[in-house]
């Protein structure tokens, strides 16, 4: 049976890939290895939609939405502009 390596989910050390814990910093199956755990410690607090939105709209600035006018005038231009550089390479 080959003996694969892997990395630590807590240290991000390379272990051997049947190692029951690390031996580096001792985390194992119960402490951080499991899907259960391997969020523990970090302190992320729970939040609900709008204060998603919230924090979204402070960090980023307003959501942006598209004219359509100017995205009309964007999409001619880029025509033309593919046109031009097709009647320059045709001569």
Known sequence: MKNTKKRCTY??????????ACPHCGSDEQTGWSDKTYLDGIDIPEIDDETYKDILHSE???EKKIDKKNLIYVIAALILLILFFIQIISW
């Open 11 to 20: 240290c991000g050390e390379e272990i051997s890939g049947n190692a029951k």
């Open 60 to 62: 980023f600035g307003a």
